[in-house]
């Protein structure tokens, strides 16, 4: 009984457990970044323009629904680290004299604040700083408005607008390579001759205030001064890259613990019934003193109850534990300055009503059964329960069956919902592991398509203003470089219909080497001469069509409004472009042999002599390693798709494990009599064990196909939900994923199977001569 | 030592058991039970011996011995030359399996299985069975043989599972308490089927019972008392089982 007690506490403090940990992290997560949002004051609205004069500012202020605006000077500029050969790009951002409710207010984590008019001090982003080891005290030498100077580091910060530090136009974090600066504004504005004048702006808006109209007015205004599209705070980089990240969060944490705690009331319910099963005799007694059923059932249902208690404050204790520590983890991946965990009682509410229910109803089924019979007759040995033959034998293969694997399939058959709730326990372990291990594989095949296949180039540069195309020869020139390809790209907003979609148009130039085009067949497109090529799943978000007309609003130069037919659909996972010929764009543009930067192909052995040139030439605004992103983000991944991995196969193992052995266990204690009187008729001990193995075997072997179909299903799922602008994860599955969660399922099965077969020898053959049942 | 249990056998190729100072002793928490204390017994072939006594008197665990389900603490058991004290587990295992045919008193069949699959269960493994068809005609079940147990009564649940028993052609025949869970009448019917058994079969029978007024159709009665034969008396005459008086 104490066994059987603990037994159940135990799967109480593990279902409840993974539940608490999953919703109190994703709650802690959402909490955290709402708070640091709001106590930093991250703006609303961002928009940012080649230059206007703080008059203009003012102008902004007076636009209905406008809280506050901050108008600040961005500059982007070249890093030298020192003993870092590669090229690093960063941003370079003013920082107004700190004032309450100053927006996207710095965390300063160590050093100081800047002084007012110092143009040597600068803060720099922790995630930059981590990466190369700078503190408050160490030096930087950078390329601002082509002069070299050398930055004293007086402080590590952290921003609400930095979550997420990647460089424009990279996918792939790359901390290394890209950082974000704080210089005081007077200085900064000095240097880019921005005296009076801003190039960036950011603003909160009153609540009721019509964010669109605010945009609109915003973009009506700054137009004139070189405007590129002012966009709302969901569209701003990183705090997109992080809603979406967290929406991934959010259905991993509700689709495990669902499955987990599902199984776990499963095995609730199978054992409490068992429990009281077992006490079919005491309740017999205890009628026949003259308790009435009603104090029977509140007997055992308040024993029940003092278990799911501390079954549940067990399960909250260690899901609070995990939980925290599971934060912790995500907080260091996320860049929060601070983790505010919470444990919502909703969570502790629905996790101890979902347990006292499932217990409380599995106490009543077992309940009605023994009150329903007379005492005398609970005294009495159960009598035998009613079976017939199976299907299988109808159909006619009685006769190539042992009693044995009779046995096996009546009882199956018999207990059929038991059997299939079991089999459906197993498959879902089964599918929990595979969803772990076909993320890594997705995420392999979409790096191999989008950098193998489509995106080929060994660095990829930006000029600060679009050139000429003659660019090209001298990066050519370069000794190391083997193979250059120009692009022009502008910002745009895409319609169709009543949909918009604010993008970049990729020029391109045909036939391209380093950037080809991929149908969504994989096959290579040839880029025509006239119309527009969109990625399929942006197709998708604009409702249109091959030969629909896309009307493509220009948001840099003249700013033309133009509609060009979509001639074609290309495969991408990551990101979402459109895609014209180079000069196709140009002409559209309205200028010349005009390019915005090149995709270089550099041989390896030259890699540091190139970007040392390429450090030099000071129209480079940003240079995007491609290789070392790729390795940087596999780096990065790779721990969170272990750790994920390591979760799901450990959780997989325990359900796969807790179900099969607590189905046997129980089987066992069912059938102890029926066992032990084989044994006693002279049945080996493998030949009894053969009747619970096999039945379990029997299920095992059941539950892997339909485990797999149920993996395929919840991989699907998951890859659907995935499914962003940002990226999306293609649902591909390799034999090994099938492999591996067969194969811990089949373990788990072993091992369980092995435990009962030890328990097998202790079973009690004289016993069961005397006893009744 | 005039010891009626070991009596001189007609012929000493007829004993079937040869048992000798065995002594059992239980650890029952911080108390030994002393089971059996020191019992000599030689059974012979093709006769029926009725162990009669009280509760706890040591006959089951006796029967458990003979049977090969349960050790001894002390002395030795032998079935035809063969010590069964000395027997390794999957010995044991094997002389259950072709030598010995059970009869319990809650019968113990398999509830999934039909009556002649019940029966089957023990044919399978065994050396040279008769068919279980024939085994269940043996106890007057040939018209049941396709009943689960659930549509058996009691006493023809019985007469299954003494049907199986004998379905192996087992040298011996032990019963715990075969009419134990019975009415009278229905005992009647599957004492009549034991005593054909092993008049038909000449299988060695032993039968454990509370009720004195089964002692009358056996060969011999041996009393059991406090681990200890108190008394071995043999019928000069055996009585039929419907003449018993219940």
New interface residues.
């Given amino acids: 009984m104490r066994l059987q007690a603990i037994a159940i506490g135990l799967v109480i403090v593990s279902g409840v457990g993974i539940f608490v940990m999953s919703l109190s992290t994703l709650d802690s997560l959402f909490n955290t970044r709402e708070t640091y949002y709001r106590e930093h004051h991250f703006a609303h609205i961002f928009a940012s323009l080649k230059r206007a004069p703080v008059s203009i500012a003012r102008r902004i202020q007076e636009i209905p629904g406008i809280e506050k605006v901050q108008a600040r000077v961005v500059a982007t500029i070249t890093i030298d680290v020192e003993g870092f050969p590669e090229p690093v790009s960063g941003h370079l951002l003013s920082l107004p004299a700190q004032s309450p409710g100053l927006l996207n207010q710095l965390y300063l984590r160590t050093g100081r604040l800047l002084e007012p008019d110092r143009d040597d001090e600068v803060l720099v982003s922790e995630t930059f700083a981590n990466a190369h080891g700078l503190t408050p005290g160490s030096k930087l030498r950078a390329t601002i408005n082509g002069r070299r100077k050398t930055l004293n580091i007086v402080g590590i910060a952290l921003s609400p607008e930095y979550i997420y530090e990647i460089a424009p136009g990279a996918m792939f974090p790359d901390h290394k390579r890209y950082g974000v600066l704080w210089m005081a504004q007077i200085p900064l504005a000095a240097a880019y001759d921005m005296e009076g004048a801003f190039n960036d702006v950011s603003i909160t808006i009153t609540k009721g205030a019509n964010e669109k109209d605010v945009i609109d007015r915003l973009d009506e205004l700054l137009t004139p001064y070189g405007g590129r599209g002012a966009y709302a705070r969901h569209d701003q980089f990183s705090n997109r890259f992080l809603s979406e990240e967290l929406k991934q969060q959010q259905t991993i944490a509700t689709v495990f613990p669902v499955i987990f705690f599902g199984v776990a009331a499963f095995l609730l319910n199978v054992v409490i019934s068992r429990l009281i099963g077992l006490e079919r005799e005491q309740i017999a007694i205890l009628k026949a003193f003259g308790y009435s059923n009603l104090q029977v059932g509140l007997h055992y249902l308040k024993l029940v109850l003092i278990i799911v208690l501390f079954g549940v404050m067990g399960g909250v204790l260690v899901g609070a534990w995990m939980g925290r520590s599971l934060s912790n983890i995500y907080m260091d991946y996320y860049r929060f300055p601070f983790l505010i965990y919470v444990l919502q009682p909703y969570v502790i509410l629905s996790a101890a009503a979902i347990s006292a229910g499932v217990a409380v109803l599995g106490t009543m089924h077992a309940l009605r059964a023994a009150a329903k019979m007379p005492p005398a007759q609970g005294m009495l040995?159960e009598?035998?329960?009613?079976?017939?033959a199976t299907l299988v034998e109808r159909l006619g293969l009685q006769r190539w069956l042992?009693?044995?694997t009779?046995?096996i399939l009546?009882?199956i058959e018999?207990h059929s919902l038991k059997s299939l709730i079991s089999v459906i326990g197993i498959a879902l372990a089964c599918g929990i592991m595979m969803v772990g291990r076909f993320q890594e594989g997705a995420i392999n095949y979409m790096v191999e398509v989008q950098y193998g296949m489509s995106q080929r180039e060994d660095l990829s540069i930006t000029f600060v203003e679009p050139a000429s195309g003659r660019a090209v020869y001298s990066l050519a020139s370069i000794p190391g470089v083997q193979h250059v390809e120009s692009y022009r790209a502008v910002s745009a907003r895409l319609r169709f219909a009543h949909r918009e979609y604010r993008t970049a148009v990729q020029g391109v130039n045909p036939g391209g080497d380093l950037q080809r085009l991929l149908d969504t067949r994989l096959q290579l497109i040839d880029l025509p001469e006239a119309g527009v090529i969109l990625t399929d799943y942006l197709a998708e978000l604009l409702n249109i069509k091959v030969g629909d007309p896309l009307i493509i609003e220009v948001l840099e130069g003249n700013r033309p409004t133009v509609q060009v037919p979509v001639v074609g659909l290309v495969k991408q996972y990551l990101g979402v472009s459109a895609y014209m010929q180079r000069r196709a764009l140009n002409r559209l543009l309205d200028e010349g042999d005009v390019i915005s930067g090149a995709y270089l192909a550099v041989d390896e052995q030259y890699q540091n002599q190139v970007y040392a040139e390429l450090k030099d030439i000071p129209r480079i605004a940003n240079i995007i390693i491609q290789r070392v992103a790729i390795k940087m983000f596999y780096e990065t991944l790779a721990e969170t798709i272990l750790f994920f991995t390591f979760i799901s196969t450990l959780l997989g193992a325990t359900i796969a494990f807790g179900v099969v052995y607590n189905s046997m266990r129980i089987a066992l204690s069912e059938r102890n009599?029926?066992l032990a009187?084989?044994?006693?008729?002279?049945?080996?001990?493998g030949?009894v064990a053969y009747i619970l193995l096999g039945e379990m075997a029997l299920m095992t072997l059941l539950a892997v196909p339909l485990g797999l179909l149920i993996g395929e299903g919840l991989c699907a799922y998951l890859a659907f939900r995935f499914d962003t602008d940002l990226y999306r994860v293609p649902l591909v599955l390799h034999p090994d994923v099938y492999a591996f969660a067969a194969s811990v399922v089949i373990g788990s099965a072993l091992l369980s199977g092995y435990m009962i077969w030890r328990n097998l020898k202790h079973l009690d053959?004289?016993a069961?001569?005397?006893?009744?049942e | 030592m005039d010891n009626p249990a070991v009596h001189s056998p007609p012929d000493s190729a007829d004993v079937v058991f040869h048992a000798h100072g065995i002594t059992k002793v239980y650890q029952m928490g911080e108390v030994q039970v002393h089971a059996l204390r020191g019992v000599d017994l030689d059974l012979y072939r093709g006769e029926l011996v009725v162990l009669l006594g009280p509760s706890g008197s040591g006959k089951s665990t006796l029967l458990n011995i003979l049977g090969g389900l349960d050790t001894v603490t002390d002395g030795h058991v032998f079935y035809h030359d063969r010590d069964l004290t000395q027997a390794s587990e999957q010995q044991l295992t094997e002389y259950r399996r072709y030598h010995v045919g059970f009869v319990f008193q809650f019968y113990n069949l398999i509830p999934s299985l039909t009556a002649q699959e019940n029966v089957a269960v023990v044919t399978e493994i065994a050396e040279k069975p008769m068919q279980p068809q024939e085994a269940l005609e043996l106890v007057g079940l040939g018209e049941r043989i396709n009943h689960f147990p659930a549509q058996l009564s009691g006493g023809e649940q019985q007469r299954v599972a003494i049907a199986r028993a004998i379905a192996k052609n087992p040298s011996v025949l032990l019963c715990d308490e075969p009419t134990g869970a019975l009415d009278s009448k229905t005992g009647v019917v599957v004492l009549e089927a034991l005593e054909r058994v092993n008049r038909e079969m000449g299988t060695t029978t032993v039968l454990i019972t509370h009720n004195a007024g089964i002692a009358a159709m056996a060969d011999r009665v041996i009393h059991l008392a406090d681990g200890r034969i108190s008394e071995v008396r043999i019928n000069a005459r055996k009585a039929a089982p419907r003449d018993i008086s219940w």
């Avoid at chain 1, 069961?768 to 009744?772: A, P, Q, S, Y």
């Fill in positions: 040995p009598l035998p329960a009613v079976y017939h042992s009693q044995p009779r046995m009546r009882h018999r009599r029926e009187s084989m044994r006693v008729l002279g049945y080996t001990r030949e053959m004289v069961v001569l005397k006893t009744k």
